[in-house]
């Protein structure tokens, strides 16, 4: 079955701190991949996709994501933290092998900044 | 250029009531996908609606039943309100089934 986990439910880093945020998938074929980001009381914002091609996507606000298919991960980074950042983040896999149709989420990561 | 929106953004009803959310697209999409987002968890997946048909649908039950109207503008309908009902409900637009997905505020529903 398609499956998408984060492992890490909460995190806290330091304001101008490195980020990972890690994202596990079970998927039959290649997968399509997304990050999202939710503020409190708002839908979610998309951050960046991966589709195909090089495995190191490049996505709004500062963050990428690497597609490492022999680790089923795509996890998400950011190189230094600002207070915005703190949120709650989402990886979804984009099921029937097409770009967007049905999404698959896992329970999310929320994030906390410590100034 | 307006993104997705939805209304009402909130509401409150009683078991066994009836619920209609509304949700319109992004300008220039043509899909509408509906979630539900319980509390602490992510979004899941409730049907998809294009050329005015329901295309994909997840394993909610017959209660929850949507319409996709002309201007690409979508309803979603939950009868029978259960307590388990309440949650975020998220729409999201694309272009055509498989196009990239943006969603909207949300409406919060909360079933006494």
């Known amino acids: 079955a398609q499956s998408v986990t984060q492992p890490d439910i909460h995190i806290t880093v330091s304001e101008g701190a490195s980020l990972e945020l890690r994202c596990n998938y079970s998927?039959?074929?290649?997968?399509?991949l997304f990050w999202y980001v939710q503020s409190p009381g708002q839908g979610l914002q998309l951050l960046l996709k991966?589709?195909?091609?090089?495995?190191l996507v490049q996505g709004i606000k500062g963050f990428e994501a690497e597609f490492k298919r022999s680790q089923s991960s795509f996890n998400l980074r950011k190189p230094s933290v600002h207070w915005s950042d703190a949120a709650e983040y989402f990886c979804?896999?984009?099921?029937?092998?097409?770009?967007?149709?049905?999404?698959?989420f896992g329970q999310g990561t929320e994030l906390s900044v410590k100034p | 250029d307006a993104g997705v929106t939805q209304s009402p953004t909130h509401l409150i009803k009683t078991r066994g009531q009836q619920v209609t959310l509304r949700c319109s697209p992004k300008?220039?999409?043509?899909?509408v996908s509906w979630y539900q987002q319980a509390l602490g968890q992510g979004p899941q997946f409730i049907f998809q609606?294009?050329?005015?048909?329901?295309?994909q649908r997840g394993n909610f039950p017959d209660r929850f039943s949507g319409h996709q109207f002309p201007n690409y503008s979508s309803e979603l309908n939950v009868n029978a309100l259960l307590l388990g009902d309440s949650a975020l409900y998220l729409c999201?637009?694309?272009?055509?089934?498989?196009?990239?997905?943006?969603f909207g505020p949300g409406t919060r529903l909360t079933v006494l």
């Open positions: 979804a896999v984009g099921a029937s092998g097409n770009q967007g149709g049905k999404l698959i």
């Open positions: 998927y039959g074929a290649t997968p399509y």
């Open positions: 999201a637009s694309s272009t055509g089934t498989g196009g990239v997905q943006f």
């Open positions: 609606y294009y050329e005015e048909e329901e295309r």
């Open positions: 991966y589709f195909s091609g090089d495995t």
């Open positions: 300008s220039g999409h043509d899909t």
